[in-house]
């Protein structure tokens, strides 16, 4: 009989790793980006592209799909390569507050920058990024998500859906 070579277990480790191990516990709406975990790094974000004026890296932003009922104070984390630096300002739609309005993206940071959008009853639009280098200069103008305004409540949505 023929012995697998000392590599093969190893390599099957990896596979299994790497598809999991069967034990998938989160939801459909997490799969969906729906997710209220917090990221821990930018590739960990579920709404990550390469949209803007002269956006020089992929960014994204990170938020969950559901209904919050208006005046709640929801997180919106937007999610950069920290080695760019800079900072980071939001321009809310009419009526929406952000907090804060623009925060540092420090070069030994994670790239994940958490912001609380509180949405009045009616107010809806896009949510709006500008970045800007270290010196100040503008480096790029990121449309965000929507807001969609609903009856009961207000949600985050991909625009144009």
């Given at each position: ?7 093969l277990p190893l390599a099957v480790a990896l596979v299994l790793a790497a598809c999991g191990t069967g034990s998938d516990t989160s939801t459909s709406q997490d799969r969906a ?129």
């Open positions: 009989m023929r012995r697998a070579p000392a590599a980006g729906g997710t209220a975990m917090a990221p821990t790094r930018p590739a960990d974000c579920n709404h990550v592209s390469l949209q803007g004026t002269d956006a020089a890296a992929a960014v994204g932003f990170h938020w969950t799909g559901e209904e919050h009922p208006y005046g709640t104070a929801v997180t919106l984390w937007f999610c950069v390569d920290p080695r760019l630096g800079g900072s980071v300002a939001f321009g809310p739609p009419e009526g929406v507050t952000v907090s804060p309005a623009t925060q540092p993206n420090p070069a030994p940071g994670t790239g994940v920058l958490p912001f609380t959008v509180t949405v009045p009853a009616g107010a809806s639009g896009r949510v709006r990024v500008r970045a800007s280098d270290p010196d100040g200069r503008p480096q790029a103008d990121i449309g965000g998500p929507e807001i969609v305004a609903a009856e009961s409540g207000w949600r985050f949505s991909e625009p144009g859906r």
